[in-house]
């Protein structure tokens, strides 16, 4: 019997950073949506409770390749020095189903949610946009100042986080990433100048009023795939054109939508998927906010697995 591990391809973080930079990423992810996949196709995952965090089971089948994501979301992580979100992908042979490479799960997600975000975003976002508001200081809200970078010549970065330490930490980061823009610590009074906001925190009440949110500006909120946490405030999505990457997710996931919703914000025929913005099925409104809400589905991940290999 061959020894099906032997011929098996590992991509360390690192690897995986050499493979496929962010511009990538990003381009790889929009090609797929332009070329008209639909994420309503994808196979759907499965969050499993466990003691100290959630089980994540993320399968993915498309263009003859397939996949599947096994991560954890451990909200304690960082206390430890570690990252919230802990993962491991395997990449099979679309037609025997057997493994041909095993990726570091947790630098794919790393990759992969901020180049969707700024995917989502460079379509959404006005042309000049330039003024960049981050909620958060972990891994994610940093690589969402480089993958923002990427789509548009930022001339201003404020983070926002509780914890002085990381927050100093998050933005010498940010600043390698943006090293053109003006990059410091913020406050909530800075949603008020800014015309591109990225939420990405473990947040359950939202983060800023909706009155402060410019009409031109574009949100992107990744921090929850949970219906009882959001970080928007329901007003805003009321007032903002909602953009989801999946009907089917946002109903059970997207605790932002979820909550807009049954508060009577939001109605629910309101919200548009990325498909239907990438296919010009809908267009762009840009006479009021755009809001990006996503929750990371596992055809975002064997793009980038595939891009990877």
């Not at 992810?29 to 089971?57: H, S």
């Not at 979301?73 to 037609?95: C, F, K, M, S, T």
């Not at 600043?175 to 009074?189: D, L």
């Not at 939420?199 to 359950?204: G, I, K, M, R, V």
Request: charged share 20%.
């Amino acid at each position: 019997m061959p020894d099906v591990f032997a011929d098996l391809t590992l991509v360390s973080a690192s690897a995986l950073a050499a493979r496929v930079d962010m511009g990538t990423a990003i381009a790889a992810i929009a090609a797929v949506l332009r070329g008209g996949f639909d994420p309503e196709q994808d196979l759907p995952r499965m969050v499993l409770d466990v003691p100290n965090g959630q089980l994540l089971l993320m399968p993915a089948a498309a263009d003859g390749a397939v996949g599947q994501k096994f991560a954890s979301v451990a909200p304690g992580n960082p206390a430890h020095g570690l990252d919230r979100i802990q993962a491991v992908y395997v990449l099979l042979d679309g037609e025997t189903l057997a493994p041909t490479a095993i990726l570091d799960g947790t630098a794919l997600t790393e990759l992969r949610t901020p180049a969707v975000s700024a995917a989502g975003l460079d379509l959404l976002a006005e042309p000049e946009a330039g003024d960049l508001v981050v909620f958060g200081t972990g891994p994610q809200a940093v690589r969402h100042v480089e993958a923002i970078a990427a789509i548009r010549p930022l001339r201003t970065v404020r983070l926002i986080g509780r914890d002085e330490q990381r927050r100093a930490a998050a933005v010498a980061a940010a600043a390698a990433f943006a090293p053109h823009a003006e990059v410091s610590a913020g406050s909530v009074s800075d949603v008020a100048a800014a015309d591109l906001l990225v939420c990405a925190t473990s947040a359950s009440e939202p983060l800023f009023a909706s009155g402060l949110v410019r009409d031109d500006a574009a949100v992107a909120a990744i921090g929850s795939h949970e219906a009882g946490k959001s970080e928007l405030d329901p007003a805003l999505l009321g007032r903002g054109q909602v953009v989801v990457e999946s009907r089917r997710v946002a109903r059970s996931e997207a605790g932002d939508v979820m909550r807009a919703v049954a508060e009577g914000a939001l109605r629910d025929e309101d919200v548009v998927t990325l498909h239907e913005v990438f296919t010009s099925v809908f267009p762009v409104d840009r006479t009021r906010p755009r809001i990006l809400k996503t929750c990371g589905m596992g055809w975002q991940d064997l793009v980038i697995a595939r891009r990877a290999l």
